[in-house]
């Protein structure tokens, strides 16, 4: 993930719109400008959306799924395997779980349908940019479910040569449990009466000392642990 930019002391976050429709990508390019996101690039389909993302290096990638060339999902896989710090939020119009769960899978960090408002859309964006996971109401159950059925499957046989799992600190564990039961970072920072920003370092703490890539491994790690059940 690029630096982002700073103006007057306040972060700016860098972002692209990925849509085939000129349109839509236009308005959403301008919807954000507008609130104050700095619009590094725009792409119309799947192979120019990868190619435009690695020259720009955007904090935030705004996809729609369906793309001629390469189809999203697969864009969110190459783009997010290449720079696990890349955030992506799909922008879609379609609500079908199947789509929501491949997108998550692929590397979304959230998912929002087109009949969002503007200021819905802006506050996304936001939030996604800090690694919290936006998703349409209705939907959030849905990928926790999915991660439940996951972490649920039988496990492939340890490795009797495998080091052993780091410790995390008792905060560190604390929040580990609060994301895996789906609160955002602002309900957890409310919950335990400490700042968003103390919630997204005991995050990526957590991400290191346990080697993951994403929120997408972390709650799953958690709920095959059983964090979210305590």
Known sequence: MSEQQTDGGRTTIRVMVVDDHPMWRDAVARDLAAAGFDVVATAGDGEQAVRRARAAR?????????????PGVQVCKELVGADPALRVLVLSASGEHADVLEAVKSGATGYLLKSASTDELIDAV????????VFTPGLAGLVLGEYRR???EPAPAADTDEPKAPQLTDRETEVLRL????????QIAERLVISHRTVQNH???TLGKLQLHNRVELVRYAIERGLDDA
């Open 58 to 70: 955007p904090d935030v990638l705004v996809l729609d799924l369906n793309l001629p060339a390469k």
């Open 150 to 152: 996951l972490a649920s």
């Open 203 to 205: 995050v990526q703490n």
């Open 179 to 186: 994301v895996a039961k789906g609160l955002s970072y602002k």
């Open 126 to 133: 936001r939030r996604t940019a800090v690694g919290d996971p």
